[in-house]
């Protein structure tokens, strides 16, 4: 009795791990890390914003200073399944407006259906196929392309020691005037993914410099 029992556990937790494989839906991922040699940088915000219908929304706000890559963030985007977006990414030397060393990577940064790929990038910004402005401290609007410095450019690191294929380094605007620098990607979302980003426990994550979900 005792061993159909366990049986009879066995088969509801592979169930429900399957369940929850099939529930990841419609997700941004990405990691970040300092470049080796920014140890005297006080980190940079890294903010990404969906623009869909002419509303605008934070998706996800991150400062962060350290010389190793984050765990994996991962961000639901199941709220615009379906849909046409704008993605925004943008980089900001943060309240001390000190932007030495700033140099922030964000690697290997795609969306994802259910575990297949749906946009690239980093392979988008490999062929320098976005669009990219900045926008300086004292100013309402922001300017296109790059100056003072901003750069968007594919960099593989390292990142303690680390290198990762598709990772991009976005330089805040530093030489002459400061600013944040923003690039935006046009994409075209599939239907029917509104699932729940999760962990690879099946476990919503909060912790700080683990997976994170935002919804």
């Known amino acids: 009795m005792k061993h159909i029992s366990y049986l009879f556990i066995i088969l509801l937790l592979l169930f429900f791990s399957t369940s929850i494989a099939s529930a990841k839906g419609l997700t941004l991922s990405f990691f970040l890390g300092m470049k080796d040699g920014s140890e005297a940088s006080d980190g940079v915000i890294v903010s990404f914003t969906v623009e869909e219908g002419g509303k605008a929304t934070n998706v996800f706000e991150q400062l962060w200073a350290e010389r190793k890559w984050s765990d994996m963030f991962e961000v639901n985007l199941g709220k615009w399944s379906g849909k046409s977006i704008i993605l925004n990414l943008t980089t900001d030397p943060g309240k001390a407006r000190n932007t030495g060393w700033d140099w922030i990577l964000i690697g290997d940064a795609k969306i994802m259906a259910n575990d297949k790929l749906v946009y690239d990038i980093g392979q988008t910004v490999a062929g320098g196929l976005m669009s990219l402005s900045v926008l300086l401290d004292g100013d309402k609007n922001e300017t296109k392309g ?10 593989a690191g390292p990142v303690g020691k680390e290198a990762k294929l598709k990772s991009f380094m976005q330089h805040p605007a530093w030489n002459g005037k400061v600013g944040n620098t923003i690039s935006r ?17 099946g476990k919503l994550a909060t912790a700080w410099g683990h997976l994170k979900v935002i919804r």
Request: aromatic share 12%; charged share 20%; hydrophobic share 35%.
């Open 185 to 201: 990607y046009e994409i075209d979302l599939p239907s029917g993914f509104g699932g729940m980003a999760i962990d690879a426990n």
């Open 146 to 155: 790059l100056k003072f410095d901003a750069n968007c450019t594919p960099d």
